[in-house]
C-alpha cells in the first residue's frame, strides 16, 4: 500500500463556485447521530459484510481469477456497488481507526485491483466471458457507469480519509477509460456517474472528469438512449434536465442525476443548470415530497407521481431516494447557501432515511410507507420491494450499503464554512475544526431544542458563527456568554458576527412545541388528516400504542395536539395525547349522502412514537396521518 | 366445414347445479347496449383486426407452416389469446348473420387446424423450433393453459353460435392432451382455464373436463408452482382458495380464478367452493372495489390492494379485471339467484368496464383510473400499463380483444331463467325468447328508468316474470296493463306470478334522482369527497365542463347534487350542477395547523359526464370524486 500525504482534515474538499464549502473538520461526539454512527458500525457494517459474502458480490469479483469461472450470483449487473458503497462507508470508519473490517477492507481492493481489466473497464457482471452481453452494449440497463460511480466515491473516500491511494487508481484508470470512450456520446441509464466523476475532479484536479459529467448532464434528453418498453421519464431523458418541468420518473435516479448535475454547477459556475435545479427543487418541495421528506409516490417503475400524488399506505419513497434528496439538498445549500435546503435534509435525515433501518441496525426497509393498514400481508409486490416490514436483504440490495456509508459520513454534513465563517448545518454533539476555529456542541437534539456551543479555539478578529434556524421553529432565543443576543434573523439564519475567545458560550434555544400539519387541498390523499410533528422528528401512531381504538378510527383534532405531552421513552420522545374514537364504521364502502354519522362519544389515549421508529414491534398497524374532524372545510378548532 | 345443427337458441348452455339458469334467447334490439354491439361490429372489430394483422398475432402461426420459421413478434407467450378472444367475439357476430369477418375467421380457424401439433398441443410462442423454453417447461409464466382457455372459449361460442365445431375439434385435442398431463399434479399460472373446462365440459358432455377443472381449483395454494421472485399471492397461490382470507394479487388471475371456481360449482355441487366464493365477494364488494366496479389497485403486479386502499388517480382497474368480475358476478347469481350480484354486475358493465373503449370504439384504456391530474404526463409507466389516455393498441393487448368479446355476447346477460319464470337481469331494448314465452322490452334504461316489457307469446298457465330491482332504486313502482301491482320487493326481486296473455304490458318505473356518494371512513384516498351517480352509472367531471374553476378546487355539498338537473348532450344524459369554488389554494403543502383557511365566495356551474365517456376530448384534469365540504366527521348538509 503507497501512502499519501494522510490530510488531517480529509472529507469534503473545496468545491469552486459555491456560496459555502463543505467542512471536514467535525466529528460527531454523542447523540442520536453519535448512536446511530455506533450501530452502523457495530452491528449494520458486519451484518452488511455477512449479506454481501453469502449473497456472493464477492465471489462475483474473486472467481473471475479462475480458469473457467463460476456463474455470476444475483439478478442484476450493478451488484459490484454494494461493495463499493459498504467500501466508501470502510473508509471513513477505517479513517477514524476502527479497524473491525479492516481485512474486508483490504480483501475487496486487492480483488479489484486484480480483477480489473487492462483497458480499466470493471463490472464483475459483464466480465464474465459468459455474460449474455458485453461491456457497453446495453447503456439503458448496463449500471457501468453508474458502477463506474459508486468505484469513484469509495476511492475518493478512501484517499481523503486513510491516505489510502489504491482504490483512487482502480477508479481513474476505469474514469479514463469512460473519458475515451464516452467522449462524443452515450449516457448511463442510472445517473450517478456524474457526482462520482466531479468528485474525481476535486480529488485529482483532472479537468476531463469535469467535462465528461458535465457532458453526461447535457446529453441526457437528447434522444441518445435507446428506452425499450419504459417511458423516456423513467430515466430523466425525455427532455434536457434544463427543460424538465418537475421531477419525474424513477425517484432514485432523478435524485441523483439532480444532485451531479449540482456538482457540475459547482464547478463550472453554469448558472442555467442551477437556476433548472432551484426550480425543480422548490417544486418538489411544494408538490412532490412526502412529510417525511421521501421522494417516489409510485411503486410501479419506483417512480415521482404527479403533484400532490401522494398516498401513505403506498408510499414507495425509496431509502436511496432518501439518500439522494440529501445528496442533492446538501449541493444546493453549498451551491447557494440557502437554510431551505437543510430544512429538507433534516427532515429526510430524521425521518425518510432513518426509518429504512430497524432499531438494532440489521433489518432494512426498501419502500417507506406512511401508513400500514390492518390486515397488510407480510409481502405484497414484487421481492425487490413493497415489503411491509424491514428484511435483512433483498435481491436488489442497494438500501443497505446506500445506509451503511451515509451514516458512516454524517459529520460531513454538521457544518460548512465560507471566508471568516462558520455555518452549523446540524445540531448534534459534535467537535468542530477549521484552521481558524474549534467548537464544541453539546445539544440533546433531535429531542430537544436547546444547543450549547464553546469556542476552544477562535482566531484574531471577528469571525462570523452562523446558527441554522429550522423553518419549523418559532421564536428561538441567542445568548452569549448568557447575554441575549440581539442578532436578526435572516432567512433561516442568525449570524453572530464578533472576536471570540477561547470558553465563549453560545446557547441557541429552539422551541419544540408538538405540532400539527394538514395538506395542500390538492392531495388527496391526506384530506381531513393531519400528521404530528415536533422539532424536525415526524411522528405516528402504531397500534400497539392505542389500545382503546383501532389507529384508522382515531380523530385527531387540533386542540387535542396542542395538550398533547412528551414523555421519555427508551432513549426518544414520544407524544400522549388524548383523541377521540369514531363508533365503529358502519360496512357499506359507498353510501349514499347525506350520512346520518353518530358524532363520537369516546375519548381514548394513544401514544405517537418517532416515524423512524416504527415497525420494531412486529406486523401492526400504523398512521401517520390520522383522521381529525373538518368543519365547513376548514378544520375544528 | 362440417356442420352441426345449429340451435337457433345457441348461447349460454344449462348449468346443473344453480338456482338460476342462462338464457340464450335474448337479442339487444335497440339503446345503448345496442350501440356498443354496432361500433363493436363495424369500428373495433375491424380495427382489432388490424393490428392483430400488423402486430403479427395470425404471423406468429402462419410461419409456423414455414421450414424455416421468422421469429415469433411480440414479447409474451399468450398472444395467440389475443386471436382466440376476437373468434369468440367473431362468432356470435358471425352467428348472428354479419359475415364481415368471415375470412378473417376461417384464416385464423384454418392456421389453427394446421399449427396443431400432433398430440394437440398449440401455442406459437412454444412451438417455435428457435424457443428459448419447450412447451410446458415454464408453467408459471407460460400462460400455456390459459390460452388452451381462451382457446375452448372461442371453439364453444364458434359450436354454439354459428354450429361451427372446428375449433371445437381443436380445442378438445388440446383439452385432452392437458387432460392427460395434468392428471395428477401442475397448474397454470394464470387462472382461465378452470372456467374454460366446465363450458367445454357443458358443451361436449365429457366430464374429464369437469374433473381437470376442479383439480386445477384444489391444486392452487398447495405448493405446486415455482413463484420466482414473486409473492404467492400474485397468483393466488399462496393458500388454497378456501382459505383465502381476502381477494388478493393479481386481479385478473384473481377473478378469472373465482369466476372457474363458481363454474365448477355450478357443475358440482360442491358447497364449500361456493361458501368461500361468497364470502370473498361479499368481503371485496364491501372493502374491496371502486365506486365504478373496477378490481386492482395497484400497478405494481397489477394487483388487488388491502382493505379500504383504493387511491384514486392510480387506480389501476384493468379491463380485463372488470371483465373477469363481471364474469364472476354472473356465474354466483346464476348459483344463487341473488340479485345483489347482478347490481356489481351492472355497475361494472356500465363503468369500470365500458370506460375502457373510446367513444370512436378504436382506441383503449388498459388501467382505468379515477382522477386524471392537471399535469399528468402522456405517459406514465410501462408501456403496458399506466396510460392516462386511451391508445390504439399495447404491447400486452389482452384488453381490446376482450372488449370485442365481451361486447359481442352482451345479451347472454339480459335474462336468466328457472323452472316456471324468467328473470330480467338487465333492462335494454331486448326481444327475450324461451321455450315458453316470449317478451319485448322496451326502455331508455341507463338514462332512464322506465321500462316496458310486452309479452308477446305466453305459456298456459301462471308463470313468473321476475324483475330486478337496482340496489340504488329507490320506491319503483310495477303496473300490469295499467294497474299498480302490489307485488313485494324482496331480496333486489319483484315477482309477477300469473297467467299471462299476449299484448300484457309491465311497466316499471326506476326512479334516477342524482344521487351523491360517500366513502368508507377507512378509505382515505377519497376522504372528504363525493361521488355523483345517477341510475347504473357513475358521473364525473372534466375540466372541459368546469370552465369556472379548477376541478380540484370545486366544493360540492350534498345540496348542490339534491339541486343537479340533468340535460341530454348528444345521446348521453349529463348533470349540471352549481357548486363552491374553493379560492386558489396557499402553496404550502404541509401548513402548519390551525389553518385559517378562507371559505369559498364563488359559486361555480360545472358539468358532470358520466365516466364511461370521459377521456374522449383530449387530455384535460377529471375527477369521479369531488371535493365536499365537511362538518364535524359529517358532511355538511
Chains 1, 2 share one sequence.
Not at 348 to 365: E, H, K, R
Not at 371 to 400: I, K, N
Request: proline share 6%; hydrophobic share 40%.
Amino acid at each position: 500500500m503507497t501512502s499519501k500525504q494522510v490530510r488531517p482534515l480529509a472529507g469534503a474538499v473545496r468545491t469552486s463556485k459555491g456560496a459555502v464549502r463543505p467542512l471536514s473538520g467535525a466529528r460527531i461526539t454523542g447523540g442520536l447521530l453519535h448512536d446511530w454512527q455506533r450501530r452502523n458500525r457495530r452491528a449494520t457494517i458486519p451484518h452488511t459484510i455477512e449479506q454481501l459474502r453469502a449473497a456472493g458480490n464477492v465471489a462475483n469479483l474473486s472467481r473471475l481469477l479462475e480458469d473457467a469461472p463460476a456463474p455470476y450470483r444475483g439478478r442484476y449487473p450493478f451488484l459490484d456497488t454494494d461493495l463499493y458503497k459498504t467500501l466508501e462507508g470502510l473508509a471513513y470508519e477505517l479513517g477514524d481507526g476502527d479497524t473491525s473490517a479492516r481485512e474486508f477492507f483490504d480483501e475487496v481492493v486487492g480483488l479489484l485491483e486484480r480483477v480489473q481489466a487492462g483497458d480499466g473497464y470493471l463490472n464483475s457482471f459483464f466480465q464474465d466471458p459468459a455474460a449474455a452481453k458485453k461491456p457497453w452494449e446495453d447503456l439503458t440497463w448496463g449500471h457501468e457507469l453508474y458502477n463506474l460511480g459508486h468505484l469513484i466515491q469509495a476511492a475518493v473516500a478512501a484517499n481523503r480519509r486513510m491516505g489510502d491511494d489504491r482504490l483512487l487508481r482502480v477508479a481513474t484508470r476505469f474514469a479514463d477509460l469512460a473519458v475515451e470512450r464516452f467522449a462524443e456520446r452515450g449516457i448511463c441509464g442510472h445517473p450517478e456517474v456524474e457526482m462520482a466523476l466531479v468528485e474525481l475532479f476535486r480529488e485529482t484536479g483532472e479537468r476531463r472528469y469535469l467535462t465528461l459529467a458535465a457532458a453526461f448532464v447535457d446529453r441526457r434528453g437528447t434522444g441518445q438512449m435507446e428506452h425499450s418498453i419504459f417511458p423516456g421519464e423513467y430515466f430523466q431523458d425525455h427532455v434536457p434536465l434544463r427543460e424538465l418541468p418537475s421531477v419525474t420518473g424513477h425517484a432514485v435516479r432523478m435524485a441523483y442525476l439532480a444532485a451531479g448535475a449540482a456538482d457540475v454547477f459547482l464547478e463550472t459556475g453554469d448558472r442555467s443548470l442551477f437556476e433548472a435545479l432551484e426550480r425543480l427543487w422548490d417544486d418538489m418541495v411544494a408538490t412532490k415530497l412526502y412529510v417525511t421528506g421521501g421522494l417516489g409516490s409510485r411503486h410501479s417503475d419506483e417512480a415521482i407521481g404527479d403533484r400532490y400524488e401522494l398516498p401513505s399506505e403506498r408510499a414507495y419513497s425509496e431509502t436511496c431516494a432518501a439518500i439522494g434528496v440529501m445528496q442533492w439538498a446538501w449541493r444546493m445549500f453549498l451551491a447557494g447557501g440557502d437554510a431551505k435546503y437543510l430544512d429538507v435534509f433534516e427532515r429526510v435525515l430524521y425521518n425518510a432515511y432513518a426509518v429504512g433501518l430497524s432499531a438494532d441496525g440489521t433489518a432494512f426497509f426498501y419502500d417507506n410507507p406512511l401508513q400500514r393498514r390492518p390486515d397488510h400481508a407480510q409481502r405484497s409486490g414484487a421481492e425487490a420491494g413493497g415489503e411491509a416490514l424491514r428484511r435483512a436483504w433483498f435481491t436488489c440490495p442497494c438500501c443497505p450499503p446506500n445506509i451503511v456509508r451515509w451514516m458512516a459520513q454524517l459529520a460531513d454534513y454538521v457544518a460548512a464554512e465560507r471566508d471568516g465563517a462558520v455555518l452549523i448545518a446540524a445540531y448534534t454533539p459534535a467537535t468542530i475544526r477549521t484552521a481558524e476555529l474549534e467548537l464544541a456542541m453539546e445539544t440533546a437534539y433531535p429531542w430537544d431544542g436547546d444547543v450549547r456551543i464553546v469556542v476552544e479555539r477562535a482566531p484574531d478578529g471577528p469571525y462570523g458563527l452562523v446558527l441554522r434556524v429550522p423553518g419549523w421553529a418559532g421564536n428561538v432565543t441567542v445568548t452569549v456568554n448568557g447575554e441575549p443576543c440581539q442578532a436578526p434573523r435572516s432567512g433561516g439564519w442568525i449570524t453572530l458576527h464578533r472576536a471570540w475567545s477561547p470558553g465563549d458560550e453560545v446557547r441557541l434555544t429552539l422551541p419544540m412545541p408538538v405540532r400539527a400539519h394538514g395538506s395542500h387541498p390538492h392531495l388527496d390523499a391526506t384530506r381531513g388528516a393531519l400528521s404530528l410533528a415536533r422539532g424536525p422528528l415526524v411522528y405516528c401512531v402504531e397500534q400497539h400504542d392505542s389500545p382503546q381504538a383501532p389507529v384508522d378510527d382515531l380523530l385527531v383534532g387540533a386542540h387535542d395536539v396542542v395538550n398533547a405531552h412528551t414523555e421519555r421513552r427508551d432513549a426518544a420522545v414520544v407524544l400522549r395525547l388524548e383523541a377521540d374514537a369514531a363508533p365503529p364504521p358502519a360496512a357499506e364502502l359507498y353510501p349514499e349522502l347525506p350520512l346520518h354519522e353518530a358524532l363520537p362519544e369516546t375519548r381514548v389515549a394513544a401514544t405517537f412514537v418517532p416515524y423512524f421508529l416504527w415497525g420494531n414491534r412486529g406486523p401492526q398497524a400504523m398512521r401517520v396521518w390520522v383522521r381529525t374532524p373538518w368543519t365547513n372545510g376548514k378544520k375544528a378548532s
